[in-house]
């Protein structure tokens, strides 16, 4: 199984700015999907999550700034990131839950993109 994100780059602060991850292998289903970032000298956190049905959950920080979302469809999961600000920028990474076709239940990372926001 293979995460590979895309999307990333330099922004403007108030900008926007859209992130893709797309899920590749041997997949039978893909249960939670969600979007980390890490920041220079920090640990990576949590930013948003989406379950199988759509449910989403967000940190605090970006909270009515960004959306999450995913196309079961094609594998993959979305960050729409609004309103950017230099304290977003990070290496963002994607992250699922995925059912493989022999059974197992694993839980997989992307490589990461950067996301610069600076004028």
């Known amino acids: 199984v293979q995460l590979v994100e895309s999307g990333g780059g330099l922004v403007q602060p108030g900008g926007s700015q859209k992130l893709s991850c797309v899920v590749s292998?041997?997949?039978?289903?893909?249960?939670?999907m969600a979007w980390h970032r890490q920041a220079p000298g920090k640990q990576r956190e949590l930013v948003a999550t989406?379950?199988?049905?759509?449910?989403?959950v967000y940190a605090n920080s970006v909270q009515g700034r960004f959306t999450i979302s995913r196309d079961n469809a094609k594998n993959s999961v979305y960050l729409q990131m609004t309103d950017l600000k230099p304290e977003d920028t990070a290496v963002y990474y994607c992250?699922?839950?995925?059912?493989?076709?022999?059974?197992?239940?694993?839980?997989?990372w992307g490589q990461g993109t950067q996301v610069t926001v600076s004028s």
């Open positions: 992250s699922a839950r995925v059912v493989t076709r022999d059974g197992s239940r694993d839980f997989y």
């Open positions: 292998g041997s997949i039978f289903s893909i249960l939670d």
């Open positions: 989406i379950v199988g049905y759509g449910s989403t």
